[in-house]
């Protein structure tokens, strides 16, 4: 990960900018460089992972134009090729050195053109103008705010921005910014035509995209690890990596010390590819003492996410403290589009498409939010292969009508996709899907909610509670979340949505916690 931050016709001082900077140090730990230009500022902290040595530092440069970017461009040597035969000329091996080539070429029909990961910001000197855009689904981070002064300030994440601004917002994945508007260049949670292929086509097109997803992802100038769950997506990665690379992956779990539903299947998996295989052991005393961390790191006060992020941030932090480990690939995506398990109770296929429309579209505030913010603040990056924009175009053109749960098990498309070819045990192929906070230990989760309850009695928590007009807290545990974002993030809640819940208009789904273990269908899912 990097860190990127530009601010244009902003009353900012060049001091205040490089303080606000400096908060997400941690996202590019290896240099730092701010340029000042007229009325711009444009600022990078970077983690040195494609083309690490100096003609690699950004912000790159060319013909009055400067361009910043936290990003993965896939397919670069291709478009370097390209451009070099069209007289361009580079200084390094910078996967982000294309950038301003292409858009002197282009101009902002680039965006629509990139197979990648990213969030950039571009200043064209001559003509006085910022671009700024960001990769479809938001894996890769972006903010903004108006200043006082109605000068526009962008930056990898909201800590950035707070006290320069009294509004954060986050900037829409998919669209670019360019004379003053928001312009969208592709909206990845678009309906498509459905494919109307077979089950063995639907399921030979699912492993080869996917395939695909991992192999573009493998490729870094630093140490690559993976997260593992035993779950199914996690171990899929893992799975296909470890048939594509020469030598064992590293992979990593964490669990409680008492009642780890992860670390048994991780080890599974760990043993049957033979990866180099690390567990994390954590307990109720490191938990609780890092739930503010946690959430000053993910800036978010929804419950889903924070309980999720509480293993992810504790591994990481595992991971950079005992390895030299600084790229890490994720399972994270695939329940959005194949399904999770309240949505075994979706009316109709129209419905069920609908909802996975609605969380893609959401991703960059929950799910994708979490693996960034829990790995780039331990100075590493995250790669998301079921992110994959031709693997998310693909799966979401799929009839859902073949990913209802018809077959007595949820996903079973990715499932049936490689059933064969022998990538997994058949047990954790087709294991019941467990809810990912508890499946660190259910009495993780238990833990923090009684911690939360000990903090207010019934009257402060009504008290307490009537304050909010946004995102009002309902439990307990959702105040002690909520306190602990404004205080990091006074007055800026409306950067989320709202909570990460089970669709409530849906039978057996209007529940009051988002876990998967208060659905009725949970049945094995957490052994």
Not at 271 to 295: A, C, M, P, R, Y
Not at 451 to 474: G, I, R, V
Request: overall charge negative; glycine content about 8%; some cysteine.
């Amino acid at each position: 990960m990097c860190s990127i931050m530009a601010a244009y016709k902003s009353s900012i001082t060049s001091e205040r900018f490089h303080d606000a900077l400096d908060r997400t140090l941690s996202r590019g730990p290896d240099a730092q460089k701010i340029i000042q230009l007229n009325n711009f500022l444009m600022g990078f902290n970077r983690l040195s992972i494609m083309g690490p040595g100096s003609s690699g530092m950004q912000p790159f440069s060319k013909d009055s134009r400067y361009v910043v970017c936290n990003g993965e461009i896939y397919g670069f040597e291709g478009i370097k090729a390209d451009l070099i035969q069209r007289g361009f000329t580079f200084s390094g091996n910078s996967d982000c050195e294309v950038l301003l080539p292409m858009y002197e070429l282009y101009g902002c029909e680039m965006f629509a053109m990139l197979d990648a990961e990213f969030a950039c910001v571009i200043y064209d000197e001559k003509n006085n103008d910022i671009i700024a855009a960001r990769d479809p689904i938001g894996i890769r981070p972006l903010f903004y705010a108006y200043d006082t002064s109605g000068g526009i300030i962008f930056a990898s994440e909201a800590k950035n921005l707070v006290g320069l601004s009294d509004e954060i917002k986050p900037f829409p994945p998919g669209y670019y910014y360019y004379n003053g508007k928001f312009v969208c260049y592709n909206e990845i949670s678009r309906r498509r035509e459905y494919i109307s292929d077979d089950m063995d086509s639907i399921a030979g097109n699912i492993r080869e995209k996917l395939i695909s997803g991992v192999d573009k992802r493998l490729s870094a100038d630093a140490p690559v690890g993976f997260l593992l769950s035993g779950g199914l997506d996690s171990s899929l990665v893992c799975a296909i990596a470890n048939r594509i690379l020469d030598e064992p992956i590293r992979t990593f779990a964490i669990g409680m010390d008492t009642d780890a539903i992860d670390l048994k299947y991780a080890r599974e998996v760990a043993d049957f590819l033979g990866s180099k295989h690390t567990e994390i052991i954590i307990n109720k005393d490191i938990v609780i003492n890092s739930l503010e961390k946690v959430i000053a790191a993910i800036g978010t006060y929804d419950i889903t996410t924070i309980r999720a992020s509480m293993g992810m941030y504790l591994l990481c932090q595992g991971i950079r403290e005992q390895t030299d480990v600084r790229v890490l690939l994720t399972g994270e995506i695939s329940d959005e589009m194949f399904g999770y398990k309240y949505t075994d109770y979706a009316p109709d296929a129209e419905s069920f498409q609908q909802e996975a429309e609605k969380r893609v579209r959401e991703l960059h505030m929950y799910d994708v939010l979490r693996a960034d913010r829990c790995i780039s603040v331990h100075s590493m990056e995250a790669r998301v292969p079921f992110g994959d924009l031709e693997f998310v175009d693909y799966v979401m053109a799929i009839d859902p009508e073949k990913k209802l749960n018809k077959y007595g098990k949820g996903k079973y498309l990715l499932r049936h996709a490689f059933e064969d070819g022998d990538y997994l045990p058949y047990d954790i192929l087709f294991r019941e899907k467990a809810a990912f906070s508890d499946a660190v230990g259910h009495s993780m989760v238990d833990d923090i909610r009684d911690y939360a309850n000990s903090l207010y009695t019934d009257e402060e928590f009504a008290e307490k509670s009537e304050k909010y007009d946004f995102a009002k807290p309902f439990t307990k545990e959702s105040l002690l979340y909520r306190e602990l974002f404004e205080k990091h993030y006074p007055n800026q809640a409306r950067m989320v949505s709202g909570f990460w819940m089970p669709n409530p208009n849906w039978e057996h789904c209007n529940v009051n916690d988002p876990s998967a273990r208060v659905l009725d269908n949970y049945g094995d899912s957490g052994v």
